[in-house]
Nanobody, 125 residues
Framework: QVQLVESGGGLVQAGGSLRLSCAAS????????MGWFRQAPGKEREFVSA????????IYTDSVKGRFTITRDNAKNTIYLQMNSLKPEDTAVYYC??????????????????WGRGTQVTVSL
């Protein structure tokens, strides 16, 4: 098992940047594919990004490509989401996720094994 705790959310103006962190405890981090989902008010949870076991492969939903970057540091048991050029449409609660199967980190996260509690990101005009 793994426990996940997000941090780094907050309020920023459009065009600004934030870096989210997800600290993991429990089994060694390289056991897990890691990723981020988000859920905006009144909307369904959606996939944002994922990174493979040791960081060789990354994927992003189309709406954040070129603006967001996911990284991981297995030695620190932490993953990050660098968010640049933020837009009001990025406003959501962002959730860290962990799984042992790559394909589980997709869609609305129905098959994800482990979740963090979320961190709020608000982007103002």
């Amino acid at each position: 098992q793994v426990q996940l705790v997000e941090s780094g959310g907050g309020l920023v103006q459009a065009g600004g940047s934030l870096r989210l962190s997800c600290a993991a405890s429990g089994r060694t981090l390289s056991t897990y594919v890691m990723g981020w989902f988000r859920q905006a008010p009144g909307k369904e949870r959606e996939f944002v990004s994922a990174i493979s076991w040791v960081g060789r492969t990354t994927i992003y939903t189309d709406s954040v490509k070129g603006r967001f970057t996911i990284t991981r540091d297995n030695a620190k048991n932490t993953i990050y989401l660098q968010m640049n050029s933020l837009k009001p449409e990025d406003t959501a609660v962002y959730y860290c996720a962990a799984d042992t199967i790559w394909s589980d980190l997709s869609d609305q996260g129905e098959r994800v094994d482990y979740w963090g509690r979320g961190t709020q990101v608000t982007v103002s005009l």
